[in-house]
């Protein structure tokens, strides 16, 4: 099975910074990695997909990138409702299998 | 407007059976993968099984293989996960998944889920 990394597995914060998670797979998945965002109690949404491709009606201050087993998903001005935790998910083989998530909390 | 209404969660004892079902609406449910997704209390995310468009493939996680059965009906536009021989550590909330079409394997529309408890 691949591993999924990630790190920090939370950080602090305020609204207008810029924060940067990262993601680590345990064997080279191409670009086949997804990102997810969960609010406490509520459903994942997907942000990203493909590394880099933004989902249908995600803001544009989420960016993600990298390849191979190195990946990172950018939030580039934070806003008040970004607190959350953030899956990295792989879709190169099954089982898919997701990161451990990073808790975006307020500072 | 594209939705997923999980239902069929409940308390059950371990080694008893529960079936989970999931209405899918606002889109073609028969033409799209779906999957069983699970957290287990402040836990991450777990993939559980995935199924193909019409029912014919399906893989498993190898925690539930051999115990749980992911099927669909696409006349009545709903997903199903049979449960059997339930431990505690199958205990969580559980997403009905769509698979993002043209993009195998990613997520992007979760039902709201919901929980399944295995405790004696």
């Known amino acids: 099975d691949i591993q999924m990394t990630q790190s920090p597995s939370s950080v602090s914060a305020s609204v207008g910074d810029r924060v940067t998670i990262t993601c680590r797979a345990s064997q080279d998945i191409s670009s086949w990695i997804g990102w997810y965002q969960q609010k406490p109690g509520k459903a994942p949404k997907l942000l990203i997909y493909?590394?880099?491709s933004l989902q249908g009606g995600v803001p544009s201050r989420f960016s993600g990138s990298g390849s191979g087993t190195d990946f990172t998903l950018t939030i580039s001005s934070l806003q008040a409702e970004d607190f959350a935790t953030y899956f990295c998910?792989?879709?190169?083989?099954?089982?898919?299998?997701f990161g451990q998530g990073t808790k975006v909390e307020i500072k | 407007e594209v939705q997923l209404v999980e239902s069929g969660g409940g308390l059950v004892q371990p080694g008893g059976s529960l079936r989970l079902s999931c209405a899918a609406s606002?889109?073609?449910?028969?033409?799209?993968?779906m999957h069983w997704v699970r957290q287990a209390p402040g836990k991450g995310l777990v993939w559980v099984a995935r199924i193909n468009e019409d029912g014919t493939g399906t893989t498993y996680a190898d925690s539930v293989k051999g115990r749980f059965t992911i099927s669909r009906d696409n006349a009545r536009n709903t997903l199903y996960l049979q449960m059997n021989s339930l431990r505690d550590e199958d205990t969580a909330v559980y997403y009905c998944v769509r698979d993002r079409p043209g993009d195998n394997y990613y997520m992007d529309v979760w039902g709201k889920g919901t929980t399944a408890t295995v405790s004696s």
């Open positions: 998910q792989q879709g190169s083989s099954f089982p898919l299998t």
């Open positions: 606002g889109f073609i449910f028969s033409s799209d993968w």
């Open positions: 493909a590394a880099s």
